[in-house]
């Protein structure tokens, strides 16, 4: 199962054209709110957008097996500086996950570039994550 691993400032350069990132923790913070056009959203710090899925408990994850390997969950291992609103989860499979405001927080396997939001309204469960 692949989960995404906090990055380093380096990749925050790959931003797509009009995007921008408000309001980062610190160069190297594996959430952040970015803007790209209209749309403000929460994505990881290589401006990957993050998701949020309905049936998912206030700290608590629903998705496993095949549900996790489409919506890997943002990785919370090692993690240990973190913005206000935003804490790390224990999954029952042993794993962290990073959620916002309770809500785990998951990418989408078939967005490909920074700026993607193909997830979106996924079987009407899954939504871009917003500040």
């Known amino acids: ?6 990055l380093a ?3 925050m350069l790959a931003m797509p054209m009009g995007a921008a990132v408000a309001g980062s923790y610190s160069s190297d913070a594996p959430v952040v709110v970015g803007k790209l056009g209209d749309q403000v959203y929460l994505m990881t710090s290589d401006k990957m957008t993050l998701y949020t899925f309905d049936k998912d408990g206030k700290g608590v994850s629903n998705c496993y097996g095949d549900c996790a ?3 890997p969950p943002l990785d ?3 993690v240990t500086d973190l913005p206000p609103g935003y804490s790390v989860i224990d999954r029952k499979d042993g794993t962290k ?3 916002y ?3 785990p927080l998951y990418l989408w396997f078939k967005d490909t570039k ?3 939001m193909t997830g979106d309204g996924v079987k009407g469960v899954w939504h871009v994550a917003r500040p």
């Open 97 to 99: 996950q990073i959620a």
């Open 76 to 78: 919370g291992s090692g």
């Open 1 to 6: 199962m692949r989960f995404m691993k906090p």
């Open 69 to 71: 390997v489409k919506w």
């Open 9 to 11: 400032l380096a990749a």
């Open 114 to 116: 920074p700026g993607d």
């Open 101 to 103: 405001k309770g809500h």
